[in-house]
T-cell receptor
């Protein structure tokens, strides 16, 4: 089955700096890669996703890049703000398979210091 | 995106008892899933809730322990049976039409 590794496990940045979180996956057939943000005591929220037919996707201050050859994808947050502090999870899925189940990475605790 | 609610939001149960968690979606969805999340940990998929047929369980999870129902395209239940303290966790449902999945707020279960 799919295995997703995520690094780093913790990341501390100063407000205004950029943050990068990286994930690798094992199943070359995976073709859908979402990122979730989970604040303490809250549900995971889908913040951005990318499908394997594109290499990069941006939404305001966040962007995701995908390298299918290397089987890795990354989340980039620019101009970080204290409200970006949360746990971020990457995941991988096979769209169009018998189901769309997600395999999650272990998460990255991002702390943005004012 | 789908709006998902869960009941109860939290519960404290005695070992050996069972708890049924409900997940309600505000629109019809194709896919519904149940996850478990230990404090400070990632999300582990328990099973896919299939409408009109038996759920599909992941390795390490069995139907006798976690029976799941999905009577229609907007509702599912997860039962945690014969509970032990090791079952203390947050249980979340997720739902989506296809690849995009949205999560419910979770049910925080404590087994004493």
């Amino acid at each position: 089955g799919e295995n997703v590794e995520q690094h780093p496990s913790t990341l501390s940045v100063q407000e205004g700096d950029s943050a990068v979180i990286k994930c690798t996956y094992s199943d070359s057939a995976s073709n859908y890669f979402p990122w979730y943000k989970q604040e303490l005591g809250k549900r995971p929220q889908l913040i951005i996703d990318i499908r394997s037919n594109v290499g990069e996707k941006k939404d305001q201050r966040i962007a995701v890049t995908l390298n299918k050859t290397a089987k890795h994808f990354s989340l980039h947050i620019t101009e970080t703000q204290p409200e970006d502090s949360a746990v971020y999870f990457c995941a991988a899925s096979l769209e169009g398979g018998s189901n769309y189940k997600l395999t999650f990475g272990k998460g990255t605790l991002l702390t943005v210091n004012p | 995106s789908a709006v998902i609610s869960q009941k109860p939001s939290r519960d404290i149960c005695q070992r050996g008892t069972s708890l049924t968690i409900q997940c309600q979606v505000d629109s019809q969805v194709t896919m519904m899933f149940w996850y478990r999340q230990q404090p400070g940990q990632s999300l582990t998929l328990i099973a896919t809730a299939n409408q009109g047929s038996e759920a599909t369980y992941e390795s390490g999870f069995v139907i006798d322990k976690f029976p799941i129902s999905r009577p229609n395209l907007t509702f599912s239940t997860l039962t945690v049976s014969n509970m032990s303290p090791e079952d203390s966790s947050i249980y979340l449902c997720s739902a989506g039409q296809t690849y995009e999945q949205y999560f419910g707020p979770g049910t925080r279960l404590t087994v004493t």
